[in-house]
């Protein structure tokens, strides 16, 4: 039987976006006593964030919180929310290489994501999403990565597998639970690694098929 993969499937914050000037963070960072390491962990891990990654609540809440833990006033937050994203690119390049896949495969986009960022992702780059056939943010559905039951909605979207799709992430948790889940993987470290690895996995199941 043929076992070939047939899905590709891609996180977004750290993959598809990444935060390529740190300075404005480190800036946000100095002017409030802290670390760089230290505000990601507000910002990204605090128990508020968690809860607008399921969608329990909305993302202005959330950086209701993150303000209160550093001792800002709610006048300053915009600005400072401004200043926060304003080092993140969206890696063009490497979504024009997942476009030239659409046509041979089915292409997903699986995102740890708070409530509203669907609506502002496709503000700033309205053809971001052009080139998924399905995406899922957790905050819409209520579960996050690394659930296996995420796994099962993205799959069901794409109407595929869990052993002939392939899972791009770069956090080593959701990998784990992407391939416990019975999906292929591979972390993403860098653009021109990830479309190696990815390559060279697809060209082997090619060569794989045409030996056999």
Do not use: C
């Amino acid at each position: 039987m043929d076992r070939g993969i047939i899905a590709i499937i891609w996180d977004m914050g750290g993959v598809l976006m990444r935060t390529e000037n740190r300075q404005p963070r480190n800036e946000l960072a100095q002017s409030a006593g802290i670390s760089y390491e230290e505000l990601d962990q507000i910002v990204f891990a605090s128990a508020s964030s968690l809860q607008a990654e399921i969608g329990a609540i909305w993302d202005e809440e959330h950086w209701l919180n993150v303000a209160s833990v550093l001792g800002l006033s709610r006048a300053v937050l915009p600005q400072f929310i401004e200043k926060f994203w304003s080092g993140d690119e969206l890696d063009l390049q490497l979504l024009g290489w997942i476009s030239s896949l659409e046509n041979q495969y089915k292409i997903g986009l699986l995102s740890n994501a708070w409530k509203g960022t669907r609506a502002s992702l496709l503000s700033r780059y309205p053809q971001f999403l052009d080139p998924f056939h399905a995406a899922i943010f957790s905050a819409e559905v209520g579960i996050r990565k690394p659930a296996a039951q995420i796994f099962s909605l993205i799959l069901d979207k794409l109407n595929v597998e869990a052993d002939k799709a392939l899972f791009v992430d770069d956090f080593a948790a959701n990998i784990i639970g992407a391939r416990a889940a019975g999906l292929q993987a591979v972390q993403f470290k860098n653009r021109e690694q990830v479309i190696k690895d990815i390559s060279a996995l697809l060209q082997g199941e090619q060569d794989a098929k045409m030996a056999g």
